[in-house]
């Protein structure tokens, strides 16, 4: 793995619930965003295995180098990279700032921050984080009305700019270059 900053890509939080109950990051456009990423470079047994792990919440996409800057610590810029976009977009902010919450971070804050902006999603899933992770990872049922009140709830900031990039992995149609035409470093 190598480090990378992107230039127009920012990572927030998934508009899903995660198998085991978690709120996991996704990637958002941000205009004037430098982010601090990691690059690796896989065969296509890796990747499949990847796309294994994340589909069908998250696609994987050819992120172009000329839209999206991609600067290694050199100064080489990658031509293309691929990135996992969520295909739910990415949570708002549920206090009505309306900016997407930042991904990563302290999982408990985030969950705590989300129950307390919603009844529906307090009486689904508890009234803090430990019943909302017992509850949600030992039912996919739950993990789905849950993702359901975030849209409903009006806290889901789609990525139509990231998912109509070519596509790759399961469901996903190949698009103009396969991974063997991305660069590897010398």
């Known amino acids: 793995m190598v480090p990378v900053e992107v230039h127009g890509i920012a990572v927030g939080c998934s508009a899903h619930i995660g198998r085991y109950?978690?709120?996991a990051s996704a990637p958002y456009t941000a205009p004037g965003a430098r982010t601090p990423l990691v690059i690796s470079w896989l065969d296509d047994e890796q990747l499949a295995a990847v796309d294994a792990t994340?589909?069908?919440n998250y696609r994987r996409v050819l992120l172009s180098g000329e839209q999206y800057p991609m600067l290694m610590?050199?100064?080489e810029r990658l031509p293309a990279a691929y990135l996992?976009?969520?295909e739910r977009g990415v949570l708002m902010s549920p206090d009505g700032t309306e900016r997407p919450l930042p991904g990563g971070g302290d999982q408990s804050a985030l969950l705590t921050r989300l129950l307390a902006?919603?009844?529906r999603l307090r009486e689904l899933l508890g009234p803090d984080p430990r019943s909302w992770v017992?509850?949600?990872g030992t039912d996919p049922a739950v993990r789905r009305e849950g993702t359901r009140i975030f849209q409903e709830e009006g806290?889901?900031?789609p990525q139509p700019d990231l998912l109509h990039r070519p596509h790759h992995g399961p469901g996903g149609a190949v698009g103009p270059q396969g991974h063997d035409a991305l660069s590897t470093p010398e």
């Open 21 to 23: 109950g978690y709120v």
């Open 155 to 157: 806290w889901t900031l």
């Open 134 to 136: 017992t509850r949600a």
């Open 54 to 56: 994340e589909y069908p």
């Open 84 to 86: 996992y976009v969520g």
């Open 117 to 119: 902006g919603s009844p």
């Open 73 to 75: 610590p050199s100064g």
